[in-house]
């Protein structure tokens, strides 16, 4: 008795990372859209992450993109990146400017110049990349569920 075998392909496809990003060619970004789209971003990530883990997201990007608006002369741009596994998010700022950013140290009395402390301690790793014509700063910032 002949069985007939029936060739089904199958394919598996990568989950792909959840994406956002924006440029900015003219004129200071808003700060509140950069954060609103970090909180929409964040909505479609499964599991949910907490709400500690979205407001430190969200402050970290608030900080990167008004350093750029602040220190850089032209556009700059915002690319957030969500693996797959929803264990972190990615946030890229690129501006124009070919200043290393300073992290100051904390000081009580100073106003202003805390944001670069702020985002390094809510960020797993922070990095600076050369480019052609400025520099793109990523932080990579840890999701986590909330407890309780």
């Known amino acids: 008795m002949d069985i007939p075998l029936g060739t089904h392909a199958t394919t598996r496809t990568r989950p792909k990372p959840l994406c956002y990003s924006r440029i900015w060619d003219t004129g200071v970004p808003r700060i509140g859209d950069a954060r609103d789209a970090v909180a929409a971003l964040l909505?479609?990530?499964?599991?949910?992450?907490?709400?500690?883990?979205?407001?430190?997201?969200?402050?970290?990007v608030s900080e990167l993109v008004?350093?750029?608006?602040?220190?850089?002369?032209?556009?700059?741009?915002?690319?957030l990146e969500v693996p797959p596994d929803g264990a972190v998010l990615r946030v890229s700022v690129t501006d124009t400017s070919t200043e290393s950013p300073r992290q100051e140290p904390p000081d009580p009395c100073r106003i202003g110049g805390?944001?670069?402390?702020?985002?390094?301690?809510?960020?797993?790793?922070?990095?600076?990349?050369?480019?052609?014509h400025g520099k793109r700063v990523t932080a990579t910032v840890p999701l986590t569920p909330d407890e309780g």
């Open 114 to 132: 805390h944001g670069l402390f702020l985002v390094a301690m809510f960020s797993h790793d922070l990095s600076v990349t050369w480019l052609p």
């Open 43 to 60: 909505s479609r990530v499964r599991p949910a992450p907490g709400q500690h883990s979205v407001q430190d997201a969200r402050l970290v």
């Open 66 to 79: 008004t350093n750029a608006a602040r220190h850089a002369p032209g556009p700059c741009a915002l690319r």
